[in-house]
Nanobody
Framework: QVQLVESGGGLVQPGGSLRLSCAAS????????MGWYRQAPGKERELVAA???????NYADSVKGRFAISRDNFKNMVNLQMNNLKPEDTAVYYC?????????????WGQGTQVTVSS
């Protein structure tokens, strides 16, 4: 089995920064794509940023220029640097990884970490 553990959420003022991290452990042969999603109260979960195994990144329009996703393949980690945070960034943030444990690829999710942007 594979476990994803997130860290780095919290309360920050508008304009501030936070860095989220997500580490995978367990039966891992390789990891394809990694990504961060978020879900605000009353809204659907949405993609924030993703990064492929080759390092290609993709961002939601609402975070372009403010957020940066990166990965550490040796540590099986994905990070999200969030700058110039806005109140509308408030949500529970989830990491997701497409993991090869054996022959097949399966999606795994973290438990979520709360990010609150408020003065």
């Amino acid at each position: 089995q594979v476990q994803l553990v997130e860290s780095g959420g919290g309360l920050v003022q508008p304009g501030g920064s936070l860095r989220l991290s997500c580490a995978a452990s367990g039966s891992i042969r390789s990891i394809n794509s990694m990504g961060w999603y978020r879900q605000a109260p009353g809204k659907e979960r949405e993609l924030v940023a993703a990064i492929t195994g080759g390092g290609t990144t993709n961002y939601a329009d609402s975070v372009k220029g403010r957020f940066a996703i990166s990965r550490d393949n040796f540590k099986n980690m994905v990070n999200l640097q969030m700058n110039n945070l806005k109140p509308e960034d408030t949500a529970v943030y989830y990491c997701k990884m497409e993991v090869y444990s054996g022959l097949f690829k399966s999606p795994f999710w973290g438990q979520g970490t709360q990010v609150t942007v408020s003065s």
